[in-house]
């Protein structure tokens, strides 16, 4: 058979590759090719998995523990989780929780056990651009709900988009907070006024994404399903491993919800990968019952990291940055820089065309806002080493300089 045979599903013609990792490949091909590249692009963390954990690892290979687990994951691990999530607002049992290859798929899983074609999901702008697709692979329309923004804390949870959104079709909510790729941390109030919106439309459910609540900088929301917990009949909650303890290559996450729910998810599961790696599986229970001590050095060097960051882009002619709560990703607005021209006499019309003129000619990979559902902003990473962030900076200041040289000169 020939590739040009080859019929794809209709399902697929409109989606992509994730944008992100398209614009991390293409960082990496340029890097090969011989270019100065500094990546800003990728949320990972750039510290290893802490010793403990690949101990734990190492130690449940020489034990054997190399089979099949439970299609939900080991009890140990379930139980683990179980009792993480109390603090959360959900008491469960181990039948309400599974665990994944990651917080993507348990994502994946939930949409592909409940929505029929047509469902419509409502993911709050700026949105993690991989909802978007995920919805349309498993039928569904996802519907953006535009976020307030405010020039000093950035793109704010705002519960009357959300409700505007809802229709007959809405089948689910998707919170994230903090936010990827703001990182602004709802706030009790803005979290008790979607509360009311959900109660007030009970047909929609909500789908908590929670893998940076371990990120946090200051003050703490307390988590909503805490402060609201007649929501936790209709809710999943939604973590993993990967951010707080830097393992993304395990691919470890984890869902907790109603138990038809988790069992529905469970029939999807056992028709994929049946079951997460159970040597990723020991890692995982380490992670969560061991010492955090590595989770808050982490999030201290993250701290210092993201202050540094901002203040450097804020110095930056043509950007402006709030300083995001949680997360580990910095959204300066461009909006100072559209309609510059380079010195190659190139407009630079949306902020697709600055980050891919800050690749070319600072070589420094960076994500444009427009792919997270708002226009004129850019998503850099702080998952990086201060010197590295230095540099970077450093490299972004020159290039718009040079563009604001050229917009001054010709004006």
């Not at 007030?200 to 371990?214: A, K, N, S």
């Not at 990120?215 to 951010?243: F, I, M, Q, T, W």
């Not at 995982?284 to 701290?303: H, I, P, Y």
Request: glycine share 8%.
């Amino acid at each position: 058979m020939s590739p040009s045979s080859l019929r794809v599903a209709t399902r697929l013609k409109s989606i992509k590759v994730s944008p992100i990792l398209t614009l991390s490949q293409r960082a990496r091909d340029l890097r090969a090719a011989g270019r100065d590249i500094i990546d800003l692009t990728v949320g990972e963390p750039d510290f290893d998995t802490p010793e403990e954990i690949k101990a734990a690892a190492k130690a449940a290979i020489d034990r054997g523990q190399t089979k099949y687990t439970a299609l939900n994951g080991a009890p140990e691990l379930l139980a683990a989780i179980a009792d993480r999530m109390i603090d959360r607002g959900m008491n469960l049992a181990d039948q309400s929780i599974i665990a994944c290859a990651g917080a993507k798929q348990v994502i994946s899983h939930a949409l592909e056990a409940t929505l029929e074609d047509g469902d419509e999901v409502i993911l709050p702008a700026p949105y993690w651009t991989s909802y978007l697709d995920m919805v349309r692979l498993k039928g569904g329309e996802p519907v953006a709900a535009s976020g307030r923004h405010d020039p000093r804390s950035g793109w704010r949870l705002d519960a009357r988009s959300i409700e505007a959104a809802i229709t007959p079709r809405t089948r689910w909510l998707i919170l994230n907070t903090p936010n990827n790729p703001t990182g602004v941390a709802a706030t009790d109030e803005e979290l008790a006024d979607v509360a009311d919106v959900l109660r007030r439309h009970p047909q929609v459910w909500l789908m908590c994404d929670d893998i940076y609540e371990d990120l946090v900088y200051g003050r703490r929301a307390r988590p909503l399903l805490v402060s609201h917990p007649d929501l936790a009949e209709r809710a999943l909650a939604v973590n993993g491993a990967s951010k707080a303890y830097a393992m993304t290559g395990w691919r470890i996450g984890w869902g907790a919800g109603p138990s038809d729910l988790i069992a529905a998810m469970s029939v999807v599961q056992s028709q994929t990968t049946s079951a997460p790696s159970s040597i990723s599986q020991a890692a995982a229970l380490a992670a969560l019952t061991g010492s955090r001590a590595s989770v808050e050095s982490m999030r201290s060097a993250f701290r210092s990291r993201r202050d540094l960051l901002v203040s450097l882009l804020n110095e930056v002619s043509g950007m402006s940055c709030p300083l995001p709560d949680g997360a580990f990703y910095a959204f300066p607005s461009v909006r100072g820089l559209i309609g510059a021209r380079t010195m190659k006499g190139e407009m630079l019309a949306s902020d697709i065309d600055i980050s891919t003129y800050l690749l070319e000619s600072a070589g420094v990979a960076t994500v444009p806002g427009t792919v997270f559902g708002v226009s004129g902003y850019l998503r850099l990473s702080f998952a990086a080493k201060a010197e590295t962030l230095v540099e970077a900076c450093a490299r972004i200041g020159a290039a718009c300089v040079a563009v604001t040289s050229v917009t001054a000169t010709q004006a």
